[in-house]
Structure formats: structure tokens, C-alpha cells
């Protein structure tokens, strides 16, 4: 029902003359990606979903500032992030929950239930160590990682300059570094 | 640590984001720097780290109706934002609501009570301004056929002054002229246009009033509906004239010519004054 083939241009075009309905395709296109991000921020599913969902009604909101001719998704991602980072502050934490359908998955593989513990032991312990870092560092991460952002659009997304994001992002992998060690990732 | 400067551009050059210059130094340094190698593969081994946590699946909730909830969401608070971007849409709707719910209480068949307090302001303003039509008070002899030949006492001049503000209802005033030099026993017939007019309409059933004395300084009120019967009438000198019987008795239900303001037939109070005498 909200598919549509019409450009993300089009689309906020139309949300700015006041058709809010123009904006459903851009919540359906750009789901997906952004649970991604902040999934990878939170590392939790319950909150990933609630910070997608205050994103989006952000976004909306905010809809008269965008420019038209930016990339809507990474202006997107800004008002996630920036959003999500204040959420996390707010926490003060990172709860790391079991992913427990990672374990359906591999049930459902029928592979080696000794490898099997073993990837989700892994993956618990990378996902502690990511938790673990500071949020700044985390998020550069997750843009740069995850969402394969080049330094110039991160360097919009969280205004900051290129250099910087250069600096920060070497930072926060040498810090990623020691904590993978200290978490055992390292260890077979 | 002499390979410090090199090993901050790693993080650099594997994302590919260094200049051509700082990517010449790294890769020659690399070539010459084992331990540099194996920093810039433990770089690479850790991206693909992060890349490994599996996302947990989103609700099916989330899957198919974050769409709904966000547009619920956002449509729930429409004034807020609404009136945050635009607040001087606020006293604009306002002043344009206040003027409709007025623009519609002089309409025809609606009844303005004496007791009603009528606030208006003095602002005189053309007729011409208001396309507004005053009612005329036909006074004649009782037979029309003998009408007098001079200008008969009341109402001459239509100079309508009209209530300025919409917050009260409209206020003609015609102002009731005694020419110099009639005299109220000479018989004639009306000779001016506002009479005739007035003799025209009021030929059919109308009883004519006799004559209307007005004291000067006195102000008659009649309430004249859209039709324009008189309706009340009230005297005085104050802007609220108190309601006079006996003269109310002797004018209810006389026949004035419908008032009309802007087109549109409406209920006007009408002031009859006697106009001063002019001063040689």
C-alpha cells in the first residue's frame, strides 16, 4: 500500500505542501535500515523499535528544515542518532539482551551445537564490548561500520568536522581493541 | 613507536578516505612494517567483529504497523506544530470568526431588544461608503390624496451615520429636519424625492402617522426590522434611549422602507432627532 516508486525528493515535496500521507513511504522505506542503526546503538530490540518509531514523528516534524536536495536518510539518521545518544545518556546504559532468535537460527541451521555456543558466546561478547564503549565512539562506529557512511556525510550527520571524524573513528577503534581484549573476543 | 603518524592514518586508510599524499606514506610504510601489517589486518578482523552481531528480528508489530503509528503519532498533535509555525493564524481565525457569527446576527427575521444595550461608536461615514439604504418615515395626512404641498415636518436629510464597529448592530440615524419657514397647518403635497418614494410603498396598507413632534436634543429610536416595520421605540438623549410607550403605541407597525446595507435587507435601529435650526 505504501509502495511507490517515487523519489525520496518527491515524496518530502509533497509533506511540505501539507500531504502527510506522502510521508508513509519514506517510514517504509527507511525502517528497516534505521532499526538496523539503532539496534547497533542499543543492542537492544525493545528500544531499537522505540527509537525508530520517535525518529521518524522527529523527522516529521522537522520536515520544513530539510533541504530539499540533501540525502533524506542521512538527515534521518542524524535526528536518530542525536535522539538516540540523548536516550542512552538519559539511561545511562546499554542493556545487551540474548538474542534469542540468533539461536532459533542456528537451531533451525542444524549445525555443530558446539559451534553454535560458541558463535553466540562470541557475539555476546562483542555485542558487551560495543555496549561498553562510549556513545560517541559507538556511533561513529555504527555509521562508519555498519552503515558504510562516508567521513563526509558522518561528518554532517554529527556535525562535526572531517578531521575529526577521521581522529575519532581511529579512537574508537584502538578502544574497541582493548575492550574485544579484555571481553575474551580475541580468544578461541 | 616510530610508527605513531602511520599507525593513526590505518583507521583512515581502511576506510579509504585518505588523500593521495597520506596514502602514499601509508603504503609505503606498510611495506616496510610488519607490525603495521598486522595492525592494519586486526582493523579489518574487527569491523567484520561488529558486523557479525546478528540484529535481532523487530517485532511483527513493528514490521507492519510502524507506518500506522508514527502517522497516528504525528497527526495527534497537528495544532502543536500548527500553531508553533504559524501563531499569528491564531488572532487571524479568531477576528475571522468574530466577524462571520456578526455578519450573521442582522440577519432577517432576528430581533434586536431595546434591552439589549447598544454600544455603538459616532464614526461618521458616508453613505456612499456603506451602500446603505435609511428607511424613511412616511408622515402624511391621513389621506393621501390631499398630501400637502410644502415639505412636511419629519425626516428629510438621509444622512446616515452608521455604527462603525461589526460588535454592534447596524445604526442608521436619520436625522429628522424641520425647514425653516414651514408650517405645520400648511397642506401640500411631499415634494421631495424621499417622500414620494416612501408614498409609494406605504400606498398599499399603510396608516401614516399624523406627525411626530421630536423635542430637539431628543432622540426617537425605532427598531426597524428587515421589512421595515417599526418594531419599538424608545426616547431619549442618552445612547441608550429608555423605552417610550406612548409614542411606541402610536408607531409600532408603521411602514418604513426596508432598510438595506450593502444590498442585503436588515434590522437597523433608526434615530429620528430634530435637526437644529440654522443660525443666520
Known sequence: MYNTIESDETLIKRVKKGDCDAFCPLVERYKMPLYKVMYRMVYNRDDAEDLVEEAFVKAFRAISRFEIGRPFYAWLCRIAVNNAINYIRKERRVQVQPIETLEYKLVAKKGNPVEMTRQKLLQERIASAMAKLPEDYRTILVLRVEEEFSYDEISKILKIPKGTVMSRLARARQKLKELFKEMGVYQK | ?280
Open chain 2, 1 to 280: 613507536m616510530k610508527c605513531r603518524e602511520e599507525r593513526e592514518l590505518l583507521s583512515g586508510y581502511l576506510d579509504g578516505e585518505l588523500n593521495d599524499e597520506q596514502r602514499r606514506k601509508v603504503e609505503r610504510h606498510l611495506a616496510e612494517c610488519a607490525s603495521c601489517k598486522k595492525e592494519l589486518e586486526e582493523l579489518k578482523q574487527l569491523d567484520e567483529y561488529v558486523r557479525t552481531v546478528e540484529i535481532e528480528e523487530p517485532t511483527r508489530e513493528f514490521v507492519f504497523s510502524l507506518t500506522r503509528k508514527v502517522m497516528q503519532n504525528v497527526k495527534k498533535k497537528p495544532r502543536f506544530s500548527f500553531f508553533r509555525l504559524t501563531p499569528m493564524l491564531v488572532p487571524i481565525t479568531v477576528a475571522i470568526l468574530v466577524i462571520i457569527v456578526l455578519a450573521n446576527i442582522d440577519q432577517p427575521g432576528k430581533f434586536v431588544s431595546l434591552d439589549d444595550r447598544v454600544i455603538y461608536a459616532e464614526t461618521e461615514t458616508t453613505k456612499r461608503d456603506l451602500d446603505l439604504h435609511v428607511p424613511e418615515l412616511s408622515v402624511t395626512r391621513r389621506t393621501p390624496a390631499e398630501a400637502p404641498k410644502d415639505k412636511r415636518t419629519i425626516l428629510a436629510e438621509k444622512k446616515a451615520s452608521v455604527a462603525a464597529p461589526p460588535s454592534a448592530p447596524a445604526v442608521a440615524k436619520a436625522k429628522v429636519s424641520e425647514e425653516i419657514g414651514d408650517k405645520r397647518e400648511a397642506e401640500g403635497t411631499a415634494v421631495s424625492d424621499a417622500e414620494e418614494r416612501m408614498e409609494e410603498i406605504s400606498a398599499t396598507d399603510v396608516e401614516y402617522v399624523e406627525e411626530l413632534e421630536i423635542p430637539r436634543d431628543i432622540v426617537v429610536r425605532a427598531i426597524v426590522d428587515s421589512n421595515g416595520r417599526i418594531l419599538k421605540v424608545a426616547t431619549g438623549n442618552s445612547i441608550v434611549p429608555e423605552k417610550d410607550t406612548v409614542l411606541e403605541n402610536r408607531l409600532q407597525g408603521q411602514q418604513l422602507k426596508p432598510p438595506v446595507i450593502r444590498g442585503r435587507r436588515t434590522q437597523l435601529y433608526v434615530d429620528f432627532t430634530q435637526k437644529k435650526e440654522k443660525k443666520d
